[in-house]
């Protein structure tokens, strides 16, 4: 309410995933800081799943995350803003290493984020469908879990490309480069549709669209 009256001020909150969090994220929400200096901004982070009831009650204003055919298309607007690509990685040293393709990684053991998120469900169909499932023994509800978990241990998972690169977690981990293409996960601007956004919330959605034409580009 304070925004519409023209005081610049008040809360925005948002959700987005791991790989957002990670890459989109820093750039964007300190830039706007710097703009807004008296707007909170409240970040959840994880899959769509998990922060869909908020997006519901309009306790989240928008999520930038991964989205594959559910039953939320009548409640929500999806825009498409970019594609990622993801990859399966080890520790350091692991025995896998050397490996040429996920039917040599079948017999290790796997750990990956929820299968009830929107890429994991694609991608978990999809290997069903060319009989190469990993048996996944560990589910993390978060990618820091994941992740350690994968740097720590001789578990594979797979992950964003970019998370070989991250400088908190890139040298705990190895990619592995196998013939087999994985494929990309999108990343959609999702909002309910009946929302009715406050002038500050629609410039710090513009600042993420422009963020992603630069990565894109």
Same mark, same amino acid.
């Given at each position: 309410?304070?925004?519409?009256?023209?005081?610049?001020?008040?809360?925005?909150?948002?959700?987005?995933?791991?790989?957002?969090?990670?890459?989109?994220?820093?750039?964007?929400?300190?830039?706007?800081?710097?703009?807004?200096?008296?707007?909170?901004?409240?970040?959840?982070?994880?899959?769509?799943?998990?922060?869909?009831?908020?997006?519901?009650?309009?306790?989240?204003?928008?999520?930038?995350?991964?989205?594959?055919?559910?039953?939320?298309?009548?409640?929500?607007?999806?825009?498409?803003?970019?594609?990622?690509?993801?990859?399966?990685?080890?520790?350091?040293?692991?025995?896998?290493?050397?490996?040429?393709?996920?039917?040599?990684?079948?017999?290790?053991?796997?750990?990956?984020?929820?299968?009830?998120?929107?890429?994991?469900?694609?991608?978990?169909?999809?290997?069903? &469908?060319?009989?190469?499932?990993?048996?996944?023994?560990?589910?993390?509800?978060?990618?820091?879990?994941?992740?350690?978990?994968?740097?720590?241990?001789?578990?594979?998972?797979?992950?964003?490309?970019?998370?070989?690169? &991250?400088?908190?977690?890139?040298?705990?981990?190895?990619?592995?480069?196998?013939?087999?293409?994985?494929?990309?996960?999108?990343?959609?601007?999702?909002?309910?549709? &009946?929302?009715?956004?406050?002038?500050?919330?629609?410039?710090?959605?513009?600042?993420?669209?422009?963020?992603?034409?630069?990565?894109?580009?």
């Amino acid at each position: 309410i304070r925004q519409r009256q023209g005081q610049l001020a008040g809360q925005i909150n948002i959700g987005m995933g791991a790989s957002i969090s990670r890459s989109l994220m820093p750039a964007v929400i300190s830039r706007f800081h710097q703009q807004h200096p008296q707007v909170k901004v409240r970040i959840m982070e994880g899959q769509l799943v998990s922060m869909i009831n908020e997006l519901r009650q309009g306790e989240l204003d928008f999520t930038i995350n991964t989205y594959y055919q559910g039953p939320y298309d009548h409640e929500f607007t999806f825009e498409k803003l970019l594609e990622k690509q993801f990859a399966i990685f080890c520790r350091p040293g692991h025995p896998a290493i050397g490996a040429r393709s996920i039917k040599q990684l079948l017999d290790y053991s796997w750990t990956m984020p929820t299968p009830h998120g929107s890429y994991y469900k694609q991608l978990s169909e999809l290997l069903d &469908d060319q009989a190469q499932t990993p048996q996944v023994g560990v589910v993390c509800e978060t990618f820091s879990a994941c992740i350690s978990l994968v740097a720590k241990s001789d578990f594979l998972s797979i992950l964003p490309e970019e998370m070989g690169c &991250d400088p908190l977690h890139g040298q705990g981990l190895v990619m592995l480069p196998v013939s087999e293409i994985l494929p990309k996960a999108a990343y959609y601007l999702i909002q309910r549709r &009946d929302s009715r956004q406050t002038p500050l919330t629609a410039s710090l959605i513009t600042q993420f669209r422009r963020e992603c034409g630069y990565l894109q580009s």
